[in-house]
């Protein structure tokens, strides 16, 4: 199984990126897809995640109103749209998937993790 994001780089504080995941090695649509952040000096934390099917989102309270996840199951492809980033989003970016119905935050609940895409927000 391999998950590939990319799409991070430097932006200015107040523009926009959007990451990719892609999947490869895997049934993508039994999966449920998340994306967790790890700054330089601090834990990994979840950013926000995805069912199987698209029909249920969760985010981190960082992340509402800012972010947005989707996938495309055609193309075994998750994406996370930010809008609007602060320098306190810099950090590497992971996509990660589960199997199970609901939408998990906890790390623990992901069977699978991709290698992280670099983001830094530059004030």
């Known amino acids: 199984v391999q998950l590939q994001a990319s799409g991070g780089g430097l932006v200015q504080a107040g523009t926009s990126l959007r990451l990719s995941c892609r999947a490869s090695?895997?049934?993508?649509?039994?999966?449920?897809m998340g994306w967790f952040r790890q700054a330089p000096g601090k834990e990994r934390e979840f950013v926000t995640a995805i069912t199987w099917s698209g029909g249920s989102t969760y985010y981190a309270d960082s992340a509402k109103g800012r972010f947005a996840i989707s996938r495309d199951n055609a193309k075994n492809t998750v994406y996370l749209q930010m809008n609007s980033l602060k320098p306190e989003d810099t950090a590497v970016y992971y996509c990660a998937a589960y199997s199970g119905t609901f939408v998990y935050s906890r790390l623990s609940e992901y069977k699978y993790w991709g290698q992280g895409t670099q983001v830094t927000v530059s004030s």
């Open positions: 090695g895997l049934t993508f649509s039994r999966y449920g």
